[in-house]
């Protein structure tokens, strides 16, 4: 029997562990019948100068890009690494459907998870995010990671920037589930940015439901209370 | 499966186990008695122990009983029905025992009265005869004592004569006795002259009146002539033998009386206390025992009696019997009645003034040709909840009934078991709305009309502009679509029937709706309850909104249906069962979609 997975991605500093532990996704996978796949945010060991000297940026930090400035661009490829080297060794390894894909993440593991969709428009049947970094090109986490990582040239940024790339989609519909907590002090920080995407998105017309959680914050507290309506949302179109 | 392939069954499970044993040597026990075929005189006892009997065997064994009960169950009814029949049989005869023996007894006290009155007059003549005689012999005897008086007188004054000459002729003077014997002789030649009268005075024989009983004869010949009839009995009413404007009324003659004809007397029984005389009676001559009165009112009581009438006269009125007219035909109200896949609530108008005693429905899928019709008896209300089969169209016609029987059938309405069905309810709208012909679109038209212009109601909205839909009172799942306009301002949801109608929707506690703003820079969209709604954007516009509800989960869900996209869920525990709400909080229109069921992506 093929299993539909969904690709769960984590945030800075996190480890693919913080979502299998913290999450407690099981309970909500196991009732669906879906596989979580829960990759970890950026290459470790890899003995790159400065790798460990932030907290936002290299180790704990890949920011799903596909580096192409040095030290970086051997290793730091986490783009390629979710969307095609993970799903390839999943597939051949557990009784995976290939076709039934969908991918969520928090912070920067939302990011991700939202330019994944937009970049690869049928490839994932839905896409979730807790509290996600829309903008990067925007913020001060992105804008330090997309220097390190892609250049000065910011036309290269705009390729992992899910409210630019939103505000050029097209392809099959997308319905996109997000949750945000409203105490969140990077929603506050302007780290975050969730009204510029769902400006881009009410312009473009994709889908989205925003949802801001009065009395959340950015921890996995909150990613525990509603992860149920995350996997409920992704079942819906895994295994229509 | 009738008694006999149940019995047939039962006998090779009773084989097998029977055999079974045999090779296993089970140590359970399994007894199992037959009994007959007559449920009514046997029971049935099955001990049977279940564990070593296989899961068919023991469904097999269950089968038997319950078709056994089943059984038990239509013959008991039957058995009930056959005794209120005798009931009513046996009082009707009481009524014609009681009748009969008035009857004759009036007969017999007739016939007594008749006799006395010819022994009276009998008496009579005789004693008047009598009187007569006595009258004859007393002036006999008188005559005769007359008589019989002056023969003595005669005698005495002879025999002196007598004496007195002999007297006379004894004298030795015969001087003296030529003195005296002249005057004595001479009285003695008169006296001797005379004619003695030796005749009877009267006759011997009486004189025998023939009296005169000619009266009497008349009276004894009037004995034979025909009576005047008894009193008919009025005959109760028989089942089914009256439409809503006639009545088809019996009576029967309980003697050999003849007749010629009958005349039946008709009153309407009013319970209209203000009414001041009775209602005026209406009569027919009939020449047989039975009659068909017409041009009645439905649903009406009438008190019914009859007279007989022959040569001789009119018999006493039967005792008074009250027949009743059937009802006039319900009238059903399509716009009332809600549907479900699997149960329908349907309404209905009594059609009739004066209460009737139950309703009657009767439903059956279309283009079934009548066949497989269900009846639902005995309902009280005018409406009726109904379980039924998902994914089907039904015809449903409704009767009233009173003790004349039941009406004709109402017109028809159809119910669809493919979703959820159902209207608008004009009585709760803001008047402000109006509706569509089909009960499925709201208009709120003009936002100025001042409120002196409006007709509030206890159920109308009045303060948000606001209608009310219905749902089967069953707790289910329900699932309706609701289109709107790009620019129109919105409440959609649901709400506990008794909420507060001076309120907003979703401002209270009793009702939970999704709400659109349009706002100069975007659509803000809430889901209110209790006033409160979670911060939430949505980023295309849904036009065609899904509403889901589900009682067991205590579950509100609004879709995007056009994109499949979930919007929203209320968890709630309903306390009570709740109705779909609509209100438009600016000038436009919103459309309700129904009888679909909930799509595949929303139930699991």
């Known amino acids: 029997m093929d299993i539909r997975k969904c690709s769960s991605m984590t945030g800075l500093t996190c480890t693919e562990q913080n979502f299998i532990t913290k999450a407690a996704s099981q309970q909500a996978a196991s009732e669906h019948g879906i596989i979580i796949v829960a990759p970890d945010t950026s290459p470790r060991g890899c003995n790159i100068e400065g790798e460990d000297e932030s907290w936002d940026f290299g180790t704990g930090a890949g920011f799903y890009v596909n580096a192409t400035q040095e030290p970086w661009k051997t290793n730091y490829r986490m783009y390629s690494y979710v969307t095609e080297e993970l799903p390839r060794l999943i597939n051949s390894n557990f009784p995976a459907d290939p076709e039934k894909m969908s991918i969520s993440g928090h912070s920067m593991g939302g990011h991700g998870a939202l330019i994944c969709a937009l970049k690869n428009p049928g490839k994932y049947k839905s896409v979730s995010a807790f509290a996600p970094i829309c903008n990067p090109i925007q913020c001060a986490w992105g804008q330090k990671a997309f220097s390190g990582y892609l250049g000065p040239d910011k036309s290269t940024w705009e390729l992992y920037d899910a409210t630019v790339l939103a505000e050029s989609y097209s392809g099959p519909e997308l319905d996109i589930l997000i949750d945000q907590g409203r105490d969140d002090q990077f929603l506050s920080s302007s780290q975050l940015l969730p009204d510029n995407l769902i400006a881009a998105c009410s312009k473009k017309k994709i889908p989205v439901v925003f949802r801001l959680q009065q009395g959340y914050d950015h921890s996995y507290y909150f990613i525990f209370s509603f992860i149920n309506d995350h996997i409920k949302h992704h079942a819906k179109y895994l295994n229509a | ?604």
């Open chain 2, 1 to 604: 499966m009738d008694v006999f392939e149940v019995r047939g069954r039962l006998d090779v499970i009773a084989e097998e186990l029977a055999s079974e044993e045999e090779e296993e040597e089970a140590t359970d026990e399994d007894v199992f008695e037959q009994g007959s075929s007559d449920v009514s005189t046997h029971t049935q006892q099955m001990k049977v122990s279940t564990d070593s009997l296989t899961p068919d065997r023991a469904s097999a064994v269950c089968d038997a009983a319950l078709c056994f009960q089943e059984q038990l169950n239509k013959r008991r009814s039957k058995l009930s029905q056959k005794i209120v029949e005798m009931e009513n049989f046996a009082s009707n005869l009481e009524e014609i025992f009681i009748t009969v023996e008035e009857n004759f007894g009036r007969q017999e006290q007739n016939l007594e009265q008749h006799y006395n009155e010819v022994l009276q007059t009998l008496l009579q003549r005789n004693e008047a005869r009598a009187a007569a005689l006595d009258e004859q012999k007393n002036s006999k005897l008188e005559c005769l004592y007359g008589q019989l008086l002056r023969c003595g007188q005669t005698l005495d004054a002879s025999k002196e004569l007598i004496e007195s000459a002999q007297e006379l002729h004894r004298r030795p003077d015969k001087h003296g006795f030529l003195q005296a014997v002249m005057p004595v002789m001479k009285r003695v030649e008169q006296f001797a002259g005379e004619e003695v009268d030796l005749k009877l005075g009267v006759s011997l024989d009486f004189q025998v009146l023939t009296p005169d009983l000619s009266e009497v004869r008349q009276m004894m010949e009037s004995i034979n002539v025909l009576p005047a009839p008894s009193a008919p009995v009025m005959n109760p009413q028989i089942a089914n033998s009256a439409t809503d404007t006639s009545l088809h009324v019996c009576w029967s003659l309980f003697s050999d009386d003849t007749v010629e004809f009958y005349e039946l007397y008709w009153r309407l029984i009013s319970d209209d206390c203000t009414m001041e005389t009775p209602q005026e009676v209406s009569q027919l001559k009939v020449k047989e025992t039975h009659c068909t009165v017409s041009s009645l009112r439905p649903n009406a009581q009438y008190e019914l009696w009859v007279t007989a009438t022959n040569t001789t006269g009119i018999s006493p009125a039967s005792e008074r019997a009250v027949y009743m007219t059937v009802p006039s035909p319900p009238v059903l109200k399509p716009r009332q009645c809600v549907s479900s896949l699997n149960a329908a609530l349907i309404r209905w108008d009594s059609g009739n003034t004066d209460p009737v005693e139950s309703y009657t429905l009767e439903f059956g899928e279309t283009g079934t040709d009548g066949s497989g019709t269900e009846s639902i008896v005995a309902i009280p209300s005018c409406e009726c909840l109904l379980q039924l089969q998902p994914q089907k169209i039904y015809i449903l016609h409704v009767r009233a009934v009173n003790i004349g029987g039941p009406s004709d059938r109402s017109e028809p309405v159809h119910i669809s078991t493919t979703g959820t069905f159902f209207h608008l309810l004009e009585d709760t709208a803001h008047p402000s709305l109006s509706l569509s012909a089909d009960g499925l679109t709201m208009f709120y038209l003009d936002e100025d009309l001042p409120i002196s212009h409006m007709t509030f109601s206890d159920n109308t909205f009045n303060r948000c502009v606001a209608v009310l839909g219905d749902l089967v009172p069953v707790r289910g799942q329900y699932y309706w679509e609701v289109e709107v306009d790009e620019d129109a301002e919105f409440r959609v949801g649901v709400a506990y029937e008794d909420t507060q109608r001076n309120s907003h929707l979703g401002g209270n506690n009793t009702s939970w709706c999704m709400r659109h703003i349009l706002t100069p820079s975007r659509h803000k969209y809430e889901f209110l309850h209790s006033g409160w709604t979670p911060d939430i954007r949505i980023t295309v516009q849904p036009l065609r909104i899904g509403v889901f509800l589900d009682y067991s989960r205590g579950i509100l869900s609004f879709y995007n249906a056009a994109l499949r996209q979930h919007l929203y869920t209320f968890s709630c525990h309903f306390l009570h069962y709740v109705q779909p709400c609509f209100a438009l909080d600016n000038p436009g229109a919103l459309t309700l979609r129904t009888g679909m069921t909930a799509p595949a992506y929303i139930t699991p």
